[in-house]
């Protein structure tokens, strides 16, 4: 299955400056289709891919913040399994005084990328694509950041190579999440901040963070507002959750907020935060959404389990890109096949158990230099075993012991007495970490009272989810 008019182009076109004083840009999708002659003005520019600020991203998919997992181990293995560096797409030259389509493809890495028909204008240039993808880290508390707390310090550390940086911040007061933003810039920690409006856990939404908070029209305006003045050129994206619950859907207004705002793009989970991890993502509102959101970039999160997920939500709501999480635990070669599907391959990464243990000994050993310790990362890695072994027949006592080694070595050791030979097992594509909803979402007293006041919250202090 291959994705419609894919690559999409954007136009981004000089706007009004901003509240924060600095111009702006307005974008929108002028698809895969000639645009008219009237689609740029002076100044404007059209992008292959997906334009999060000035990142370019192809293929358009994000790693989606998970606590205790998207550390820079677990992000350096899914960019290696993905098989590809940042691919650029060779840049059109400007043509003074003129308008003239573009069209053919680029090389990258040896496979071909369309460059979809674009119309250029003085000063206009279709690509380049700077990232294969968006590795996004845990999720960082804003006051831990700000007071350099430890653990946090320690979080947001990144491998070498890793590019773009992307550090999601959760946080419920806009001086704060401002300040947070400011220190990533003023100490380069990051090339990309994504905004915490999703978490589902009770002790984030006890405090009316995460997908609480969008409920508090106002708050959020405050905290967006304030997160893009301080953040310079880095782009501010947010993902969020459709709700409370249904009858608390909070997406919509979230969404508009957010594009006034100069929020670079949205990201919508497709539940609410009663349903936390259970029941069905309902891909219609990501559609709605889009329809209401159109000046930038709209990605989808939700029951993406394999890369034909990806390619039907795709097709069902016109979002621009996906976010996976879940899909991906103890399967890093997803990102190797959502990157084949927009590229319009049909190969789909099936390993055999041999090169999933090698890849599981590789991770065990980043999570050691991750960590700081053997110790450390053997007790870290010990939910990792089940994710990458679902399928696979392997014996109880093995897995047992491979859940309870106390080194690499033995880990090693243990692996090596696997079926390296046996095949990719068939039905995987399906649900993998937690699941299950709730029954009431923990909120902070009289949070539902009024969806207009702008109540701050007490920050916490501690990171990850």
Request: include cysteine.
């Amino acid at each position: 299955m291959s994705a419609p008019d894919w690559p999409r182009t954007w136009v981004t076109c000089p706007s009004d400056p901003g509240r924060s004083g600095r111009a702006s840009r307005r974008r929108r999708s002028i698809g895969s289709s000639v645009a008219a002659n009237n689609a740029l003005g002076p100044g404007c520019a059209t992008t292959v891919g997906v334009k999060i600020g000035p990142i370019g991203v192809w293929p358009p998919v994000v790693l989606a913040p998970m606590a205790g997992i998207t550390n820079a181990a677990f992000r350096v293995i899914c960019r290696d399994v993905q098989g590809a560096a940042a691919p650029v797409l060779k840049a059109a030259a400007p043509v003074e005084g003129v308008t003239a389509p573009v069209q053919g493809a680029a090389s990258v890495q040896g496979m071909t990328v369309p460059v979809q028909d674009a119309t250029l204008q003085a000063g206009g240039v279709a690509g380049p694509v700077d990232a294969a993808g968006l590795y996004v880290c845990e999720m960082i508390t804003t006051r831990a950041l700000v007071e350099r707390n430890v653990k946090t310090m320690r979080m947001i550390r990144f491998a070498p190579g890793e590019s773009p940086r992307s550090i999601q911040l959760y946080g419920v007061d806009p001086d704060t999440v401002g300040r947070a933003v400011k220190m990533i810039v003023d100490e380069d920690l990051a090339d990309h901040i994504d905004l915490n409006f999703g978490c589902p856990v009770p002790k984030v939404t006890r405090r009316g963070g995460g997908s609480a908070l969008p409920y508090k029209r106002n708050l959020l305006r405050r905290i967006l507002r304030s997160a893009v003045a301080n953040a310079g050129a880095l782009p501010v994206t947010i993902k969020m959750r459709t709700g409370i619950d249904d009858d608390h859907l909070t997406y919509l207004d979230a969404g508009r907020i957010a594009q006034e705002e100069g929020v670079a793009a949205v990201a919508l989970h497709a539940r609410t935060a009663r349903q936390h991890y259970g029941g069905t993502a309902d891909w219609s509102h990501i559609a709605r959404l889009k329809e209401a959101v159109t000046q930038i970039p709209v990605l989808g999160n939700g029951d993406i389990w394999c890369a034909d997920d990806a390619m039907r939500m795709v097709a069902q709501t016109g979002c621009d890109g996906v976010v996976v999480g879940r899909g991906c635990l103890g399967r890093p070669w997803l990102f190797r096949d959502l990157q084949n599907a927009f590229n319009g391959s049909p190969e789909r990464a099936r390993p055999a158990l041999g090169e999933v243990a090698e890849v599981m000994g590789r991770h065990l050993e980043a999570l050691v230099g991750t960590l700081g310790s053997e110790r450390s990362a053997v007790v870290d890695f010990r939910k990792h075993v089940g994710w990458y072994l679902k399928g696979f027949t392997v014996g109880a006592e093995l897995r047992r012991e491979l859940t309870s080694v106390e080194s690499v070595d033995e880990f090693r050791r243990i692996t090596n007495n696997l079926d390296q030979g046996q095949p990719w097992p068939p039905n995987t594509d399906t649900p993998r970490g937690k699941s299950g909803e709730r029954s009431k979402v923990l909120l902070p007293e009289g949070w539902l009272d009024d969806p207009d006041d702008g109540v701050v919250s007490e920050e916490s202090d501690v990171s990850g989810g």
